[in-house]
């Protein structure tokens, strides 16, 4: 699901001439992807809504008050913070449009609309946020054999809606990252879990990744496939120099992987600790 209506309310005298005109031409690339863009005025904002569906639109906004008033109708806002006096109430703010991208429209969008994030593709899979619609297809994962042997199993059910429920919010909505599932682009399946977090250990720049693959798809080279994916993502998009795992000494195949993966032995206690320069 992506938005189709793009509402722009930007104040050209918060503006220099000649950034406002640098933006208008930003602005003009990302508009391509809508259906439609609609430029306001102050006194055609209430004429607005009995013309669009707000439930597929987003608006750009320089105006703190437009921005509330959007969010109060239950359209997703980016606020464009072009005057620095003012406090921009939006939970997503740019200074400008110049690294903006339609992606972003989406992400801001689904967010609002609490829908997962897309993350990647490979060749066979891809990778996105979980949702709390996946919860039957999780417990069915957890639940093969063998799963749970060097990870923590689900809690029960109500618990895990909880835990699950509260990490799209504090998790994915704080970080824009974590724990992803993975399914098979052919089949739709869900057959893994893979992704990174930020962990106690983690220091900046460094993220930790996990990897859970069900045991009916192993040494098929998907978690091979999907850990390169996102060791990809984590230098492109999250800007992270360098990847830990955590291992338990017992799990050797998992150390194997690490290994061929290119990770390096960093710190052996209870738990052993690889790590990858980015």
Request: hydrophobic letters at 35%.
């Amino acid at each position: 699901m992506e938005p189709k209506v793009l509402i722009c309310y930007l104040e050209k005298n918060k503006f220099t001439e000649h950034f406002f005109l640098s933006q208008m031409e930003c602005l003009k690339q990302i508009s391509t992807y809508f259906d439609e863009v609609l430029y306001l005025q102050e006194e055609t904002i209430g004429k607005l809504f009995l013309e669009i569906d707000v439930k597929k639109s987003i608006c750009l906004t320089t105006s703190p008050v437009v921005a509330e008033q959007m969010q109060g109708l239950g359209i997703s806002v980016i606020g464009f913070e072009a005057d620095s006096q003012e406090m921009m109430k939006a939970p997503y703010v740019v200074l400008g449009l110049d690294e903006l991208t339609y992606r972003d429209f989406v992400r801001v969008y689904r967010r609002w609309h609490k829908l997962p994030w897309d993350i990647l593709q490979t060749d066979r899979l891809y990778v996105r946020e979980f949702s709390m619609e996946d919860m039957e297809a999780l417990r069915r994962l957890y639940d093969q054999p063998h799963m749970t042997d060097y990870v923590e199993p689900l809690f029960e059910d109500a618990q895990e809606r909880q835990y699950q429920k509260n990490y799209i919010e504090k998790i994915y909505g704080f970080y824009g990252f974590g724990m992803w599932l993975v399914f098979h682009k052919e089949t739709g399946e869900l057959i893994g879990r893979a992704g990174v977090e930020f962990r106690e250990t983690c220091r900046d720049g460094e993220a930790e990744m996990g990897y859970l693959i069900s045991p009916k798809y192993q040494r098929k080279g998907y978690g091979t496939e999907v850990c390169k994916a996102i060791m990809g993502y984590a230098k492109e998009e999250l800007q992270m120099e360098r990847i830990l795992c955590r291992v338990s000494p017992e799990n050797k195949p998992s150390i194997a992987f690490l290994k061929q993966l290119g990770f390096g032995l960093s710190k052996q206690e209870d738990e052993w600790f690889f790590s990858y320069e980015l």
